[in-house]
């Protein structure tokens, strides 16, 4: 009995079949292999980016109006609502939302019972109060004015203290006194400075001031020499992080630590929102602030750049 064995031509062509199959199986791998980090690119830029903008929006939702201004490396700012060059780092005021969400203080005043040295407050939550640190002028008053805009008389650049100037619309406070009456408790706010102009039943307490910007648009030698809280070491690129910067008085003379223009005392904390931030831009529309961030690199496995854009509006 004799049993049949493959010929060399059948060997050759199971070979280059194989071969083939093989081939394609690797190609559907690897485009499945890119996919993969494709999506998973997508999915985490995707979340970063909104975490970024959504903290930016957060803040500036508790923000003073019109004390929101674009600013350059070259020492020059304008009000939002007037920029008519490029300005890449944005900067406000923020309300002391804290406490007011737990109820510290109400913002409004009784007139009738206040003159301009002394703010009558209803409305004040004793507990709260008694543990808030007003500090040396870190905390101070801004007047709503027509339509809740913060009130600014005269020079806007002197208003709010920004880069050196004045602060002629922000009160430095001397003390609170919180008091127990018949209808609640109540406080009486001393102010430090000159008498306001002008004193509106509504108010703010301020506690510091936020910069978002790119490293880009900073001076990184000057960022590492004044800032707290980020070593620009540890960042895959200081150019395209984007930083938020805090825990600065523009009404006490200060200015974020990572200005390079200046001649104001720098001061405070960095933490970083996002890396590989590609830009970021805000403008006015009305009396909302449009947000765009957008953010991206090199995906992994792939020669492309991948680039996410996130747009919000702050009311």
């Known amino acids: 009995m004799t049993k049949k064995a493959f010929t060399l031509y059948e060997v050759i062509i199971v070979i280059v079949i194989t071969g083939i199959l093989a081939a394609g199986t690797y190609v559907f791998l690897e485009q499945m292999f890119k996919r993969s980090l494709k999506a998973e690119f997508i999915t985490d830029k995707t979340l970063e980016t909104q975490a970024a903008i959504d903290q930016i929006a957060h803040l500036l939702r508790h923000r003073i109006p019109s004390s929101v201004i674009g600013y350059d490396n070259a020492g020059n700012f304008d009000a939002i609502d007037q920029i008519a060059v490029q300005r890449p780092v944005l900067e406000w005021i923020g309300e002391a939302v804290e406490i007011k969400k737990m109820g510290g203080y109400s913002g409004f005043i009784d007139l009738e019972r206040s003159d301009v040295n002394h703010l009558y407050s209803p409305d004040w939550n004793a507990t709260v109060a008694g543990t808030y640190n007003v500090g040396p002028g870190t905390v101070a008053v801004v007047f709503a004015g027509s339509f809740d805009q913060s009130a600014v008389t005269g020079s806007f650049n002197n208003a709010f ?30 102010l430090t400075d000159a008498n306001p102009k002008d004193i509106y039943a509504k108010y703010s307490l301020v506690d510091t001031a936020y910069t978002v910007a790119r490293g880009a648009d900073l001076n990184q030698t000057v960022f590492d020499a004044n800032c707290n809280g980020v070593n620009s070491a540890d960042l895959r690129d200081f150019d395209t992080t984007l930083f938020l910067f805090y825990n600065y008085w523009p009404w006490m003379g200060d200015t974020f630590c990572a200005d390079s223009a200046s001649g ?14 590609q830009g970021f831009f805000a403008e006015h529309d009305g009396q909302n602030i449009i947000l765009r961030l957008q953010a991206g690199g090199r995906m992994g496995g792939d020669d492309h750049n991948m680039t996410i854009t996130k747009t919000k509006a702050v009311f």
Do not use: C, K, M, P
């Open 161 to 190: 203290g920004w880069h050196g100037n004045a602060a002629n619309a922000v009160y430095r406070l001397n003390n609170i006194n919180v008091v127990n009456t018949a209808n609640g408790t109540d406080a009486n706010i001393t």
């Open 264 to 277: 104001a005392n720098r001061r405070g904390d960095a933490t970083v929102l996002l890396e590989q931030a």
